[in-house]
């Protein structure tokens, strides 16, 4: 097996330290395939900051599409597309939680006076 | 000595005037004066477009485009709201099933009252529109409420507010803290940016009426509600003040609030409250 280097050359996988095999290997966890568990812990994150959006009367639309989203992926037992819908749900929920407590003083900057 | 109390003196009247001077301006911007943002907020509509009348701020779109006010004139000749009209008319004059109506639930029997709504209730601490008021009228008289956003509840407005067309509006704000507190939240609201595109009521109605976003001509925040309800081209239908606010929700991509919850009952008293004086000039018709 053949790899290519950062300066373009031809690496054989033999030549390459098995320590940083090791380093590769245990870097790259994105790649294994996504467990129920896992989408479950991204699905309650993303549905915690939901829920304190909510709370500030400020959720999103699109958190919502991301969280539905999620919810298929994994009912079709996609948990890779789950998990990722899920933590897009959880950024933009987090974003909209940020805007609410930003805007509890910016919007007088808006004001006609 | 003399000179040296008088000295004394007046370093402390300038360090009183220094930190009055500093304080007064801070504590004013933190005190609502409704008066004053009425004031301003006629003023800044008014100085941005000179062309026209304070009165035909109303006409929301149609003031600020000059094709459009034609479209909109011929468009009055063969009114879209015109059905509307005259199912409102006759589900205000039909009477409940104990026998009473709508009539016995308002001031004047409910006829040429809309320019006094919102309303600040004291008993209640809260504020009443009137849409609340129609649905609470109904309660009380063992009927069903009405959709807030459907056209029932468009129908009965637009009645109510066409027999109070011309009256200018006219919102109190009584002497009681939770009433100035209400309108305060009302213009917080007005001004909060929210929704995944970043937009406030008033980046469309303030910082850009007579602008298009998309094929839509934005309306004035000035006599915004002086129209309400409206027959909307793109809805295909009427809409009710209700139906405004929450559609105005989604299309910044915030999820909307329950109608009439207590936020928008805000707004819609902030919103009214500095559009008084403008007449009432609905059931409206937009693109």
Known sequence: ?113 | MRSAMHLVVSAAAAFAALAFSSLAPAAAADTPDPVADARAFRNYFTQKFPKVKLEDFVNGPYSMNEDMHRQWEEKEQFPPYEFALEAGQEMFSKPFKNGRSYADCFPNQGIGIRQNYPIFDEKEGKVVTLELALNRCREANGEAPLSYVKDDMAALTAYMAFTSRGKPFDIKIPSDPRALEAYQDGKRYFYTRRGQLNFSCASCHVQSPGERIRAEVLAPALGILNAMPIYRSEWSGMGTISRRFTTCNSQIRGVPLDPQADEYRDLEYYLSYVSNGLPISGPGARP
């Open chain 1, 1 to 113: 097996m053949t790899l290519i280097g950062p300066n373009g050359k031809v690496m054989r996988l033999s030549n390459i330290p098995l320590a940083l095999l090791l380093l590769i290997a245990s870097s790259t966890p994105l790649l294994a395939a996504g467990s129920e568990a896992d989408f479950r812990t991204a699905y309650a994150a993303a549905e915690t900051a939901n829920q304190e959006a909510g709370r500030l009367r400020n959720q999103w639309t699109t958190t919502a599409a991301a969280l539905a989203e999620a919810k298929k992926a994994a009912e079709a037992g996609d948990f890779d597309r789950a998990i990722a819908a899920s933590k897009q749900a959880e950024a933009l929920a987090k974003a909209s939680i940020f805007q609410a407590n930003n805007e509890k003083e910016a919007w007088k900057a808006l004001e006609i006076r």
